[in-house]
């Protein structure tokens, strides 16, 4: 009986795997265009460093703190009206992607730019007085050298959407979250429940298992 | 080459103000070695990131080849930097870069091509003796080999001046000899202008040609590293050349002893003359050697020996007049009448 549920679920839950994948990938990719450029911005612009500009770093920091300090599913409400206009609707996967984006950017973007910081500041300032540019220290010293760090913060992110986008099911945004709701909650039906966190768990541990593995290669230290 | 003017740094906090160097003036002559030497806190570091701006100067000039580096704009600045090396206490490679790359980014700095960059980083290897570590990370080396990525890198853009932060501060004492020689060799055969910061006088002995000594971020002292070494000023100056230069006789000994301990310090050319037989031949005292000691400061020997001298008194006063003379540096240390 169990195996005969599991077996009408599994399309259901292929769907919904590859719906919060996809979900996780769209906040990613935007985490990384634009969070990873943001921690930087961050962290050159900070006391002390090559591109110090009070201005730039308290507004970013500020906007990065306003963001962060929101509770997903609140932010979720309340860029409904956001996401109607960028993905036409407010439920389904893409609508989903769009609160997990502005979700993701500052949060990774806090995690660079705290990976930057464990750089040596001597290995900066040898850059600098080599007569390096900003955009070569940032492009050829800054993000290589924070790599482990930045790989590690990419894990994390990636969990934590995980965890989001289960949220966003809440709302009808699809993927795994949603199934969970749907017919976990709504309909006690336990085995989805069950087969949802086991899911939820493995996709956890590769990511992470795998971030670890990534990270420590690209270290050189 | 490099010539600074009324330099002062201070660095001001919301709490207070810490002066780092306080109306410092030095002129550095082309192709010479240049010590700074003094104690932790003295403002060393502090004159020396002043020299390629990586600290800005409150005031003051600092001239480099005859461009005043403090009125340049960034760009300027950067391209002036290019021409100035710098090696420091920590090496500060990259940990991300293997030992090619790291000499590479410098390059690249400043605009070279890849084929031009493969030329000369081979150059470099091959100059500080690092050719089979080419693509090894920095983690892998060790302090001295870390310490010649740093001097190739530096190197680099062929500049005219290289800045030495403590840069054997962290290496042991063999390693930190074949550090300097590299140093010299590559004074001697690239005419390259070095200012060198250290707290170890024995590094000095071992290379500078000039040196200042810092205390408080002033300096209070300078002059040829010999003629500092043979005729020190100021205590703190003495202090330094008594860590390399050691002759403190036991209490006990000079206590016991019935003649006149003299010290004598033979400079330069008489170091060789044999001031000392000539002495036991024209009087007659007779003389025993307590401590003696004949360093070479830049191959030019300085003796300093302390002997004891005994005889009629009139005579011993006569020898010691005799030395006196001939030395122009006698010291009676102890004189039992
Ligand atoms: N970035 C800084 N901010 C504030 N004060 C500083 C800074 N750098 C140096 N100082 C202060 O300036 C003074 C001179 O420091 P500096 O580092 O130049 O000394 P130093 O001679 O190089 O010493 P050390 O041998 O320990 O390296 C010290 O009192 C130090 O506390
Ligand atoms: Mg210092």
Known sequence: MLLESLQALLPELNTAVLQTIYMVAVAL???????????????????????????????????????????YIILLVALLPLTKLIAGSTIGPTAASVSL????????????????????????????????????????????EAKPG????????????????????????????DLAIRFGYYRYDNTIMITTVIVLVVLVQIIQIGGDKISRVVDKR | ???????????????????????????????EIYGIIGYSGAGKSSLIRCLNLLEKPTSGEVKIDGVDLTTLNEKALRKARQKIGMIFQHFYLASAKTVYENIAFALKAAGKTPKEIDVRVKELLELVGLSDKSSQYPA???????QRVGIARALANNPKVLLCDEATSALDPSTTKSILNLLKTINRKLGLTIVLITHEMEVVKEICHRLAVMQDGKIIEEGLVYDIFANPIQ??????????????????????????IIKIQFKGAIAEESVVSDLFQQFNVKGNILHGKIEYIQDVPLGIFIMELTGEDKEVERAIAYIEERTQNLEVVEHVA
């Open chain 2, 235 to 260: 205590p703190l100056t003495k202090d330094f050349i008594a860590s390399v230069l050691q002759f403190e006789l036991p209490q006990q000994l000079i206590e016991n002893r019935k003649g006149t």
């Open chain 2, 140 to 146: 892998q080396l060790s302090g001295g080999q870390k």
């Open chain 2, 1 to 31: 080459m490099i010539e600074v003017n009324s330099l002062v740094k201070i660095y001001s906090s919301k709490a207070k103000e810490v002066i780092g160097v306080n109306d410092v003036s030095l002129q550095i002559k082309e192709g």
């Open chain 1, 101 to 144: 984006s502005v979700a993701a950017i500052p949060f990774f973007a806090r995690l660079v730019e705290t990976s930057l910081r464990e750089i040596d500041k001597g290995v900066i300032e040898s850059a600098v007085a080599v007569g390096a540019s900003p955009w070569m220290i940032i492009k050829d010293i800054l993000v290589p």
């Open chain 1, 29 to 71: 990719v935007s985490a990384i265009i634009i969070g990873l450029p943001l921690g930087v911005l961050l962290f050159v612009t900070d006391e002390g460093l090559f591109l110090r500009n009070k201005v730039v770093n308290h507004v970013t920091g500020w906007l990065v703190n306003l963001v962060r300090s929101i509770p």
């Open chain 1, 150 to 177: 930045i790989v590690q913060g990419l894990t994390i992110t990636t969990i934590s959407l995980i965890g989001y986008s289960a949220m966003a099911g809440i709302i009808g945004g699809g993927g795994i979250g």
